[in-house]
C-alpha cells in the first residue's frame, strides 16, 4: 500500500470530475446539448479513488441547434417528447456547477478538471453551451482534461470505451450505453481503475517530486497551474 494522501495531493490541485455529454451532432458550436451527467469521485480513507454522487440533467436544444437524426438514433433522445424534464442549458449547467464548486471547495482542490472519454468533446459541448449561457464561473479548466480514451489505450490497449470497460474486467451492459448517466459512470469506473492500478508509480514520483521541492528545482508551466475558482 502506498502513501496515504488527499484528493489535493493526488493531481496537482485539480478535483476530477467525469462529464458525458449527449447531443444532436458533432460539432458543439452548431449542434444540441440535449443530455449532460457529471460523476464526482473521491479518495477512500486507503487511499483508493471511487466514483462518488451523479448529476444528470436533460437540456432543452438552444434555439436554432442542429439535431443530426443519426446521432439521434444513437443515443435515443427524443428533444421534444413532452414527457422529457429538459432545462435550458443554463439552468441544467448551473446546478451540475454548483455541485462541482461545492465539491472543489470539500476537497480543499482549486479547481476542476473535466474527464471523458474523447475528452475534448465534451469539454467543447460545455464551453460552447457556457458561452451561450453566459456563465462567468465555469469551475473546469478551460482547455485541459484528462481523457480516458487516451489512459485505456495505454494501459489496456483499448480505446473504444465498451471494450476498455471490458479490458479492465468491469462490467457493460449494452442496452444502457449511450445514455449520459451510464457512460458517464462507466468512464468514471474505468478513471479511477487506471488511477488505481498506476498508484505505485505515482508514489514513486511523488517522492522524487518532492525531493525537487526541497531542492527549489520544481518545474512550474504557467499555462497549466490550476487556477482558483472565483468564490461563492
Avoid at 495531493?9 to 470530475?17: N, T, Y
Avoid at 482542490?109 to 458561452?131: E, K, M, P, S, W
Wanted: hydrophobic share 40%; proline share 7%; aromatic share 8%.
Amino acid at each position: 500500500m502506498g502513501d496515504i494522501y488527499l484528493m489535493r495531493d493526488r493531481f496537482r490541485g485539480f478535483l476530477p470530475v467525469v462529464v458525458d455529454c449527449e447531443t444532436g451532432g458533432f460539432n458543439a458550436q452548431t449542434d444540441g446539448l440535449l443530455e449532460i451527467a457529471g460523476v464526482l469521485l473521491k479518495l477512500d480513507e486507503d487511499g483508493v479513488l471511487r466514483r462518488g454522487a451523479t448529476s444528470r440533467y436533460h437540456v432543452q436544444p438552444f434555439p436554432g441547434a442542429r439535431l443530426d437524426p443519426a446521432s439521434l438514433a444513437v443515443n435515443g433522445i427524443d428533444p421534444h417528447h413532452p414527457l422529457r424534464p429538459a432545462l435550458p442549458e443554463a439552468d441544467a449547467l448551473g446546478r451540475l456547477f454548483k455541485d462541482v464548486r461545492n465539491a472543489v471547495k470539500d476537497s480543499g482542490c482549486t479547481r476542476a478538471i473535466l474527464v471523458g472519454h474523447n475528452a475534448a468533446f465534451d469539454l467543447a459541448f460545455v464551453n460552447a453551451a457556457v458561452a451561450r449561457a453566459g456563465i462567468k464561473r465555469n469551475p473546469f479548466h478551460p482547455f485541459s482534461c484528462f481523457d480516458t480514451a487516451t489512459l485505456a489505450g495505454v494501459a489496456y490497449g483499448q480505446t473504444v470505451l465498451s471494450r476498455a470497460v471490458v479490458a479492465a474486467g468491469l462490467t457493460w451492459e449494452r442496452e444502457h450505453a449511450h445514455s449520459a448517466i451510464y457512460d458517464a459512470e462507466r468512464t468514471a469506473d474505468l478513471f479511477c481503475d487506471v488511477c488505481n492500478q498506476f498508484r505505485p508509480i505515482f508514489d514513486e514520483a511523488r517522492s522524487r517530486a518532492q525531493a525537487l521541492e526541497e531542492l527549489g528545482e520544481e518545474p512550474i508551466n504557467p499555462m497549466v497551474e490550476p487556477t482558483p475558482i472565483e468564490p461563492e
